[in-house]
């Protein structure tokens, strides 16, 4: 069975970086794109970008272009999200989801991570 | 990008009610519509692709609709399980885009 296990909460300080892992099992990793989201306390969801496990190819929203690295490890099958010079108002649960579609892009998210909550605070 | 606007923000009902939850794209995204629902603590998960095509394994009390700018999602009759909020995402364009979402409560 598909899943997508995330690393645990962290607590950071401003100024600081911060690394999700994302660990798939269950599919072919390199096969589906790999999005990332948050969603900041009471607030919706919100698209961060997304990285194709086999190129490595990436494409991030304009609002975190600069501050997000997205990559991927294919020998453990794990994605991972970078957001440095962390505010407090990127204090959030990030998710990772897998596109629906294998060897294309589809914007649509079958499975998701569990979520990792990230709190800023100094 | 792409603006979604959902309506009602919020609502109460009781369980076996008919509800429809309504939203609302800032221009036409064809069916590229998809319908999430997120219980508090838990990641989302898909109801519908593609406006009204139910994902596999979602009880069919569960429907979507519409095209172009105007979709609702209705559930027939009210489960425990289904007091949760929901959110519709459109796939048409990136960046993707979500709807501020709709909590559906006990009444």
């Known amino acids: 069975q598909v899943q997508l296990v995330q690393s645990g909460a962290e607590v950071k300080k401003p100024g600081a970086s911060v690394k999700v892992s994302c660990k798939a099992s269950?599919?072919?990793?390199?096969?589906?794109?790999m999005h990332w989201f948050r969603q900041a306390p009471g607030q919706g969801l919100e698209w961060m970008g997304w990285i194709n496990p086999n190129s490595g190819d990436t494409d991030y929203a304009q609002k975190f272009q600069g501050r997000v690295t997205m990559t991927r490890d294919m020998s453990i099958n794990t994605a991972y999200m970078e957001l440095s010079r962390l505010r407090s108002d990127d204090t959030a649960v990030y998710f990772c989801?897998?596109?629906?579609?294998?060897?294309?892009?589809?914007?649509?998210?079958?499975?998701w991570g569990q979520g990792t909550l990230v709190t800023v605070s100094s | 990008d792409i603006q979604m606007t959902q309506s009602p923000s919020s609502l109460s009902a009781s369980v076996g009610d008919r509800i429809t939850i309504t939203c609302r794209a800032s221009?036409?995204?064809?069916?590229?519509l998809n319908w999430y629902q997120q219980r508090p603590g838990k990641a989302p998960k898909v109801l519908i692709f593609?406006?009204?095509s139910l994902q596999s394994g979602v009880p069919s009390r569960f429907s979507g609709s519409g095209s172009g700018t105007d979709f609702t999602l209705t559930i027939s009759s009210l489960q425990p399980d289904d007091f949760a909020t929901y959110y519709c995402q459109q796939s048409y364009t990136s960046p993707p885009t979500f709807g501020q979402g709709t909590t559906v409560e006990i009444k």
């Open positions: 989801a897998r596109d629906v579609i294998q060897w294309g892009l589809r914007r649509e998210f079958d499975y």
């Open positions: 593609a406006a009204s």
């Open positions: 221009q036409s995204i064809r069916s590229y």
């Open positions: 269950g599919y072919t990793f390199t096969g589906f794109y």
